[in-house]
């Protein structure tokens, strides 16, 4: 519907294999760029939606006026298969307020995009939505996580790239300390399961101790089991999501995050730093409070977990 109607729009992915190109990357952009990707459409009264992807290289243009040049932009139909592995898409209605809030999100969060190229920001709208859409594509200095709640209840949760931290403990601590149980690209440099008595080096004053967390490392489909393990082909898991594990806070959680980084300094490997991986980039989380969400999500994440590492 966006892609071919008259709609203004912004897309952002910190992998877009240089179609198109994105100053100062090469194919990608790593740390201390923001490792999110999704797009957002909106009209002349700043209403529209926003949607989260967890796959690389897709979308890549928001309208049919400005085609994608040297890749595709059909999902399953670009040079990196991004649907070889499990994904997730997530999206949520806007009003103008929402939109103000999530474009100051993508700016703390440090996302990957490019006001001046039409092929992924057509800029429009209210004066206030097309000021902030042209301060993107820049890399944030901010270490202060942003936590809003949007018009529908949705929480939405900034971290930014210089908050060194592993990102699914950040989100735990500010929700209040929630222990989640997560699914998520688990591969090296994983982040094992913590407790809330792991001691978490790799820390920052701002933010409480957090709960438990539980990487799913396997889940159930229906009656079939299935992988959730990061990893090449086609039984590894891509989508970044989790839930709580206490009913009484029956919370959904789809993030930009891998569990990926270091709890401690030297934690995967010898002189690793707290900014390693996932824990130097920015991301973002949506929070749904939904009892039926939930309870399906819980299904689905029922199975095996990381082991808890213990601390040297």
């Known amino acids: ?3 071919n109607n008259s709609y203004y729009y912004l897309i952002w992915n910190d992998q877009f294999y240089d179609a198109p190109i994105i100053h100062g990357c090469v194919k990608y952009c790593g740390a201390p760029w923001g490792h999110s990707k ?20 897709w979308p890549a243009s928001g309208s049919i006026k400005y085609p994608r040049k040297g890749d595709g932009n059909t999902l399953g139909c670009v040079k990196d298969d991004d649907i070889e592995v499990s994904q997730h898409f997530f999206a949520l209605r806007l009003d103008q307020g929402d939109l103000l809030q999530v474009l100051k999100v993508l700016k703390n969060s440090s996302v ?14 209210p004066s206030a939505v097309q ?7 820049n890399k944030s200095r ?19 790239s210089s908050l060194h931290v592993p990102p699914w ?44 967390v539980q990487i799913a490392t396997s889940g159930m489909w229906g009656k079939k089991g299935i992988n959730l393990t990061g990893g090449e082909g086609k039984k590894h898991n891509h989508a970044k999501f989790g839930v709580s594990t206490n ?14 980084g270091a709890l401690a300094p030297g934690y995967a490997y010898a002189k ?41």
């Open 247 to 260: 009913k009484r806070k029956p919370y959904s959680i789809f993030g930009d995050m891998n569990q990926q």
């Open 272 to 312: 690793q730093k707290c900014s390693s991986s996932q824990n130097g980039r920015g991301g973002i989380f949506y929070v749904v409070k939904n009892r039926e969400l939930f309870t399906s999500i819980s299904s689905l994440l029922k199975g095996d977990s990381a082991p808890t590492k213990v601390q040297t």
């Open 112 to 125: 990957v995009t490019d006001p001046s190229n039409k092929q992924i920001v057509l800029n429009g709208g």
């Open 142 to 160: 901010s270490k202060k996580v942003i936590q809003v709640k949007l018009s529908s209840g949705v929480e939405l949760i900034s971290k930014p």
């Open 169 to 212: 403990q950040m989100v735990s601590s500010v929700m209040g300390n929630v222990s989640l149980r997560v699914a998520s690209w688990w591969a090296d440099p994983e982040i094992d399961s913590t407790t809330a008595r792991t001691q978490i080096s790799c820390w920052d004053d701002s933010l409480a101790k957090p709960g438990a």
């Open 131 to 137: 000021k902030l859409v042209r301060g993107l594509g």
């Open 1 to 3: 519907q966006g892609y």
């Open 38 to 57: 999704g797009m957002l459409a909106w009209n002349e009264a700043g209403e529209g939606f926003v949607m989260q992807v967890s796959t690389p290289s």
